[in-house]
């Protein structure tokens, strides 16, 4: 969505995991030819210090990996993504809300739906080490067109 893209800060907590989110990231960045950037802070001033010397450079982005910390800290990053204009992406739906810009991910909603049916399965019976492991299956990209318009001038959004 951001073609001119050339950098990426990746605001993650490397100590509660992220870890395999960032080595994805990494392949990906590899063969589009995007530099990363970790930004490995717990706290609000730490990650506005690496976010504004980030986006010093022109053609930057941001990526908000899916941790505890990174939700708890949701609002700092998505002011400072906003303030500096980078492009964010983020895990979840709900930092949309909260006036990020766009997100890709699980859809929560079918989550707890198959937490439910494991639930369901335990309750008649079935014991926990016969289940299989199950992985999202239902993705959701969801953009603010009003942060859009906003923070322009990425580019237009692709029409579809």
């Known amino acids: 969505m951001v073609p001119r893209l050339t950098r990426v800060a990746v605001v993650r907590d490397p100590t509660i995991g992220g870890g395999g989110q960032l ?90 739906r198959l937490a439910a049916g494991y639930v369901d399965r335990l309750l008649k019976g079935e014991k926990p080490g016969d289940l299989p492991v199950q992985a999202p299956t239902k993705y959701e990209l969801v953009v603010n067109l009003k942060a859009w318009k906003c923070r322009r001038p990425y580019s237009p959004l692709p029409t579809m």
């Open 23 to 112: 080595g994805a990231l990494q392949a990906a960045a590899s063969t589009l030819g995007i530099e990363l950037r970790p930004i490995d802070s717990r706290d609000p001033a730490g990650i506005e210090r690496a976010i504004a010397a980030f986006a010093q450079q022109p053609n930057g982005g941001l990526v908000q990996t899916a941790t505890v910390t990174g939700s708890l800290n949701r609002s700092a990053v998505i002011t400072l993504a906003a303030r500096h204009r980078l492009p964010a992406i983020y895990p979840l739906r709900y930092y949309v809300a909260d006036g990020g810009l766009m997100s890709y991910g699980p859809d929560q909603v079918e989550m707890w």
